[in-house]
């Protein structure tokens, strides 16, 4: 009699993983010098159909939090990157609290930041990685205001956790 238990239960764990699995949907974009590639649940993440300035361009679900993703044709170094980011949001005031550090994202190590910007009194956050590897470097890009930035980290977290080289 317990046997049969363990291998109901043991058949039963396998179907709510096959389920689990198949109920999960994942879309796939792929830069233009397909080096790299972004895997998204497009239950989560919408792909904006054009962009003007970025390679492609994601917003959440209720449009709370924007993502940009763009492939340069050149090196960005380490000593460039808080200058890189100063100039990107000039236009829209002087950013706060800039932070770069090292973080690792599926086996990449990227130049993350974070910083905040006080725009039309309100406190947008920003936070996304710089990455240069074959071909040139990459960025990442997330934007909102503060309160949508903290209350989606987990989705921001799943889309940078969707990129990967290309072999």
């Known amino acids: 009699m317990p046997k049969k238990l363990i291998f109901l239960f043991l058949l039963s764990s396998f179907f709510a993983i096959g389920q689990t699995k198949s109920n999960s949907k994942s879309e796939t974009y792929t830069s233009r010098k ?13 792909k904006n159909p054009e962009s003007e300035s970025w390679d492609v361009e994601f917003h ?7 993502a940009y993703f763009i492939e340069y044709d050149y090196f960005i170094s380490d000593k460039k990157l808080k200058s890189t980011i100063e100039e990107e949001y000039k236009e829209f005031g002087k950013i706060k609290n800039l932070k770069i550090y090292k973080k690792k994202i599926n086996s990449i190590e990227v130049n993350y930041f974070e910083c905040e910007l006080d725009y039309n009194d309100y ?4 936070q996304g990685f710089f990455y240069s590897g074959k071909g040139g470097s990459i960025q990442m890009q997330y934007g909102a205001q503060a309160e949508a930035i903290e209350h989606n980290q987990n989705l921001i977290d799943e889309l940078n956790n969707g990129i990967s080289i290309i072999n």
């Open 34 to 46: 397909e080096l790299y590639s972004i895997k998204y649940n497009p239950d989560h993440w919408i």
């Open 60 to 66: 959440d679900k209720y449009s709370l939090v924007n």
């Open 123 to 126: 406190l947008y956050k920003y």
